[in-house]
Structures are given as C-alpha cells and as structure tokens.
C-alpha cells in the first residue's frame, strides 16, 4: 500500500482543505525531503487572500528540512547525503539560461510563474502536477533533480533557519543590490520581519546610520529593530518622518532607502524620495502598487536617483545568511516569535497578516505538529 502524504493546501480565497498524496518515489537524481519549518511571510499573507492562480496549491516557499531519501545523482550533484539538514530555495530553474549561469536563480524563465505557464516554484506550483508535493505546507516535499539546496551550518536549529529567506532577501536588497556598506546612512521603511533582516543585514555590512519607520501598530517591531541595530525608530504616525530625518542627518539624507512596507500604497516611495540625499542616493521599491499616475519623475532625475526593485535573493545572499545564522552575533530569536502546526496552517497565514494571534513577525509552521 503506498504510504500518503498530508499536506495543507489552499483551494481559494482564506481556504485551505487537508488532503493527503502518494508519497513520491525518488529516482537517481531526485530527493524527498522530510519538512521541519516552513516559515510563513507577507508574499504568504497576500496571494492566501488574493490567490494569483485558481488550482489548488500547496503553499510554502521557506523551507527547511531534512533529506529523507536521496538518488545517487542528487546527492553527488547537490554534495549532500541523507539526514543533512538543509535550506531549499524555492526556485526551481533551469540551470542552462544566462541567469542560471551567474548564480540568479530568480531570474530564470523555468521558475517565472508569472510569465510561463510550465514553470516551477516551490509554493506556488499547482497541487494537481505531479508528484503533487510542491510546496512546504506538507509532511514532506519533492525535490527535483534542479532544486537549489543549501546545507544548513551546524548549530543552526530548523526553527533559525526558518528566517533564512528574510535574512537572504536582506543581504541581496541592501547590501548586493543598493549597495549598502561601511559608513552607508540607511532608511529601513516596515519593521517587519524583512525590515528586521535588512537591518541586520546593513548593521554587519557597517552602515553608520540605520533609521527604522513604522506606525503604531508596530510599536513593539520598532522596539527590536533598535535591539537588533537600529540607531532610531520613527513612528510615522506621531512624528513627520522627513523632518525627523533631516534632523537626525543634520540636513543631509540618507544614502539607501529601503521599502519593506506592506499595503502603504504610494507613501514610502514619496518618504524614500524625499529622504535621500541631495544627489546619488539609491532607493528600493516593493511594486505592490500597479500604478502611480503622479509619480515624481522630475524629481527622481533632478536627485540623480538610482531605483532597484525588491526581487528574491541569489545563491549568495542564501549562503552569506546561513552564515548570518550561524555567527550569533543578533538576537534573531526575536524575529522567530511564534511556532504552529500544519492543521493551524490558516491561523498562522493570518496571523502574518495582524489578523489573528498578536505580537507576530515571523510564524515557523510545523507540518508534523
């Protein structure tokens, strides 16, 4: 009898069904890996409610967990062996673009979901392709024979590692993509928990000055971003962010302004502008508003602005924060507030979201709990 598989997965809008699948077999260059944390983020909180495709998906795109079983191929191409613990990107690409070949995974046209119907990406693959185990919410998950894993260091619990893909995302904005490094003046806008990894992230690379804005609601996020390497927290609702701003810099701006905002609208892009520095000052932006009829062009081009786009990490962000992980040198346990198991799957989605259990940054789902 062949042994099933349950797994959480999403059937609509704030729907989820528990179902259960055949357990895959592994051939020589595919593997299964045994789920122990899928960590649950605000890309989580908002394709739950507003699903981008209709099938039904097996969510989960933070994954860690051991190798239960492995081909011989898989183990001799990804230099892993069964039982190691292990981080996997939830890219699939496919290793032969120009992307691939420099390490941007996230780049490849065979994990663009967005644009090509065949693409494959853990959390977001329909539940119907088989072998079906696509994404984290699940006891188990199949691993491709082009699925990007990375080992876990040792010391590093399942739980901490669960915040790799935040941590990963920060090192990739901040650092790699805008450029923030020694004597770097950093506005972090959105304590959460991508605003807390970028403000690590910018804390070890050597900003000088790292200014973190939230809203009321966020007062207690405000709190560990100044535990965690914060030189201020403006709370945007008590205090003008940009007056406060020129006061703290003397006048001058920032050099890099970080969008880690959710559901803010066009705001930050306007409070990023306006805090940069007279010239040169770079600026990362989410995208999460589809248009911006009035966008300040002139002044992006009078400024001299640089504009990024906030866009997944690549294989180098994901080492570069496991050895985050592992250095100890932050309290990141302040970032890993709450545990759930799999049947609490819809709970922790919302509790992401501000809508359920309080006091959350970053859920750790359990699928064997």
Request: charged share 20%; glycine share 10%.
């Amino acid at each position: 009898m062949t042994r099933q598989v349950l797994a959480a997965v999403r059937t609509g809008a704030h729907q989820t069904e528990f179902r259960e699948f055949p357990m895959p077999e592994v051939s020589s260059d595919s593997a299964l890996l045994r789920m122990e944390v899928a960590g649950i983020c605000g890309t989580d909180v908002k394709f739950y409610a507003k699903p981008p495709i209709e099938v039904p998906v097996i969510m989960g795109h933070e994954n860690i967990g051991y190798i239960a079983q492995a081909g011989s191929e898989f183990m001799e191409r990804k230099g892993v062996k069964e039982g190691d613990l292990v981080f996997v990107e939830h890219y699939v690409p496919c290793f032969s673009c120009e992307w691939c070949h420099r390490g941007e995974y996230r780049l490849c046209t065979g994990t663009d979901w967005r644009r090509n119907p065949d693409a494959i990406r853990f959390g977001y693959t329909s539940a119907e392709r088989p072998p079906h185990l696509w994404g984290g919410f699940a006891q188990y998950m199949y691993l491709p024979w082009n699925a990007v894993v990375h080992k876990v260091p040792v010391g590093v619990t399942p739980e901490l590692a669960g915040v790799v893909t935040p941590m990963a995302n920060g090192i990739q904005w901040a650092l790699l993509d805008c450029g923030v490094g020694y004597d770097s003046r950093v506005l972090v806008q959105g304590p959460g928990q991508q605003g807390l990894s970028q403000t690590v992230a910018c804390k070890q690379a050597g900003a000088s000055l790292i200014i973190v804005t939230g809203t009321s609601k966020d007062k207690a996020r405000l709190e560990v971003a100044l535990k965690l390497g914060a030189d201020y927290a403006i709370n945007v609702e008590e205090e003008d962010p940009v007056q406060r701003i020129r006061e703290i810099t003397g006048g001058e701006g920032v050099d890099v302004s970080l969008d880690c905002s959710a559901g803010a609208g066009t705001a930050p892009v306007l409070l990023g502008l306006e805090a940069l520095k007279r010239k040169g000052g770079t600026m990362l932006v989410q995208g999460e508003v589809a248009s911006f009829p009035e966008f300040p062009l002139a002044k992006v081009t009078n400024k001299y602005v640089t504009i990024k786009s906030a866009r997944g990490h690549n294989h180098l962000s994901c080492e570069l924060a496991l050895k985050q992980l592992a250095s100890d040198r932050f309290p990141l346990d302040l970032i890993t507030t709450h545990r759930l198991g799999l049947k609490d799957a819809d709970r922790a989605i919302k509790s992401v979201g501000g809508t359920e259990t309080e006091g959350v940054i970053h859920v750790s789902l359990l699928p064997w709990q």
